[in-house]
């Protein structure tokens, strides 16, 4: 079934926001066996008209994200009405559930707010758990007397339309998508390797395999293995892949490094506290986001300073004068440190050079010490070299602890 | 001039990794007048042939991103060179430099690495000096046999593709734009206010100046107001949204809350630390994302467990016995605690239920409380209720608690 994702607004034609639907619904539908075939940005206005024109005889369902918000920009609601030859009408129920939402939050109504819950006659409501438009279903000629395929109205807010698309488009899907369409498609995350060594170990045997498709995705310090296929083929490349790649593949279920560590330390009852300094906070808010890191995750020290670091971490004053902050008996006490204090089985540190200033020829820009103290073992450490931007030098050094931490984890180093 | 953005790569439409291309693109070229008319994404192999195809007629300024790398699926030279007529030819400075890159990282080549040296006959090369592919430029009717438009080939990745558009394309562009085209263009961006109540202050009014385009972009606690027009009526807008939103603008330069804080401790030769608890390390995170940030920024103690509370910022652990920890008199004592442990002159804390677990009637996930401890004032303590997914929650807390730090440093708390 062809299907096509619309992204309207022009703050995403003017780069003020970004889009985040493409990947989250693309993810969501292709268990269905169903793929956004194309997908397409388009101001607000009349671009939205001319699309969907274009679009109604070419495709069988489309997504439409954005224009249902309250400002004088959102006008999807009212152009599909009109292309469909639809009466628009204020929905009681929708009205409630917006006052509702509006007075739990102590926030008042304006006049615009009302025109959220005006629904095309024949639409079905989606529920908005976590904003105030709701979002809205045609289903295939929904008006007998012109031709248009299943229509799902969804609201901009990744916050808001993703619930939606889980609890309500994804049964409504479930019911007009034949069965017969499903394939199967395995993901394999590899951290600290490149994508050519990857290809180089796998890539030959893979595309003998007929009918799979082989796809990667670098990310810093990270790649995403994807082969999507009939099931007899990827089964076979599975085995192919799993024997080549082995322990360095962290996850097979889409997780994330941080999601895999905070699993592993919950099954072995362990905790883990960070000692940071070039990543700056990055660990902490990476476990933080997987829900139930409290279990594990004790504490972070981000000392940015050298006070910080002897004050918070009980280093020697003399060991950072010696040696520099940058270096691996620094990153070996900040561990060592962070640990004690925090009474964890694990502590990782890092201490680096994010640049663009600070670095030297002895230690260009880049440079990082990543450590890992634990109950068990000496303290292990490792030198990187990342000479990138400092976003990417903080996720790349992060990759590198988790990474050590996960192979600790697994008995590995 | 007609300008088109076209994203290779089945990866994005299977949703393995997201754009960011389309709005970085957009805010380069806004200022030379230009805009995305059009961004389509289409998977790799021959739908990239039939894009190109369709487009070559209709715009003037073609960008193609992804396909340029190592692997099997990377094709978009040989889709171009093919379209165009122009033989690929091997360039030996190509191959030197990416020879280089490889050798300085401990890098091994492998036999596709050499592909990404093969240049279109008549091509312009685009320095690549964060990855091996470079870019590649093809002038309008390069091949005068067959009638093309502007077209840019550039890296997937943004790390590469960002400085390469910054270095090489905008002169490229700056030369085949007419002066004659410039637009007017002009950010505010505003915390803690939802963006009915700044359509409400400021909507009417503007919308009744000709030519005017208003537009909103809402993030977790944060509007992004934008007007666009000729240059007249961009400054009557500006004197209005100044005259109603005041200080509660906190940017108009595209400068986030972080950098904005950083900005202003730096001239004021101030110091912050950080107490987190359920913002776990992002308020760290942010701050040291901003170069420049090590003048400032001491140290942040994230205390996810209430023995770190106790440990690392000296809270009386009855404190939190008495109050829980997530209370006003545990954020106060928090921010205390980490200023005269870091010995700065302001201190942040935040603690709070992210959810999904963890609230109760009196304390529902979504509470927070955030602190600010200061040398020359009393404390002050806020609480909010943001009712979210967990990262949503984080950002809304982040946004707070800079919001607080940003009006005390303005003096306005």
Known sequence: MRTVLINTGTELLLGDVQDKHLSFISHQILPLGLRIDEQRTVPDGTAIRDALNELFLR??????????GPTSDDITREIVAELLGLELRRDDAVMTAISERLSKRSIRSTNRIPRQADVPAGARVLTNENGTAPGLYLRKDVNPRIRSPHLFLL?????????????????????????????????????????????????????????????????????????IGEAAGVDRADAIIRSKLGSSIFSTNDESLEEVIVKLLTER??????????????????????PGASAVFLAAYVTYSNDAKVDALGLVSDLIKKHGA??????????????????????????????????????????????????????????????????????MTAQAAFELLRKKLRTEV
């Open 326 to 395: 940058v270096s691996e008996p620094v990153a070996r006490a900040m561990a060592e440190g962070a640990r004690a204090r925090a009474r964890s089985t694990y502590a990782i540190a890092t201490t680096g050079i994010a640049g663009p200033t600070g670095g030297s020829v002895e230690k260009p820009a880049g440079t990082v010490h990543v450590a890992l103290a634990s109950t068990d073992q000496e303290t292990i450490a490792r030198r990187f070299f990342f000479p990138s931007d400092r976003e990417t030098f903080k996720q």
């Open 59 to 68: 495709a069988e369902i489309i997504f439409v994200t954005g224009g249902l």
């Open 269 to 290: 009852k362990e905790t883990i506290a960070l000692a940071e300094s070039c990543t700056g906070g990055l660990l902490a808010h990476r476990i933080t986001n997987v």
């Open 155 to 227: 609201p901009g807010p990744p916050r808001e339309l993703q619930p939606m698309f889980c609890e309500s488009v994804m049964s409504i899907l479930r019911s007009i998508v034949p069965a017969s369409l499903k394939l199967s498609r395995r993901l394999y995350k590899i951290a600290m390797t490149g994508e050519s060594i990857i290809e180089e170990a796998i890539g030959e045997e893979i595309l003998a395999i007929p009918g799979i498709e082989l796809g990667y995705c670098a990310r810093p310090a990270e790649v995403d293995l994807r082969i």
